[in-house]
């Protein structure tokens, strides 16, 4: 499973940006879920939400949740984190995450995820 996360950038606080996580090379596995992480400088990886293949189901944190939405394009094997009303905390680099299990409210655990994409720098300027 490759897993290419896109859509970073600079914002000003109050500002909307939308992430991309598209997924390739998972013929023979199966994607439970897909979760994005955000770390920011000296701060643990931290789950931001989650989306379960299995039913549709989305997560978030309490941190974002009625800010960020997580959705995803079947089609085009692809999830997308809209981030509206973005704060200068919401700084950090973002990463997508795969999960071939599925764990329900462990979801924020990345111990729990198989495999990782690269990141994606978001800057909230204030």
């Known amino acids: 499973v490759q897993l290419q996360a896109s859509g970073g950038g600079l914002v000003q606080s109050g500002g909307s940006l939308r992430l991309s996580c598209a997924a390739s090379?998972?013929?023979?596995?199966?994607?439970?879920?897909i979760g994005w992480f955000r770390q920011a400088p000296g701060k643990e990886r931290e789950g931001v939400s989650c989306f379960s293949i299995s039913d549709g189901s989305t997560y978030y944190a309490d941190s974002v949740n009625g800010r960020f939405t997580i959705s995803r394009d079947n089609a085009k094997n692809t999830v997308y984190l809209q981030m509206n009303s973005l704060y200068p905390e919401d700084t950090a680099v973002y990463y997508c995450?795969?999960?071939?299990?599925?764990?329900?409210?462990?979801?924020?655990?990345?111990?729990?995820?198989?495999?990782w994409g690269q990141g994606t720098l978001v800057t909230v300027s204030s």
């Open positions: 995450a795969a999960m071939l299990g599925w764990y329900g409210a462990a979801w924020t655990n990345p111990s729990l995820y198989d495999y």
């Open positions: 090379g998972f013929t023979s596995s199966v994607i439970y879920a």
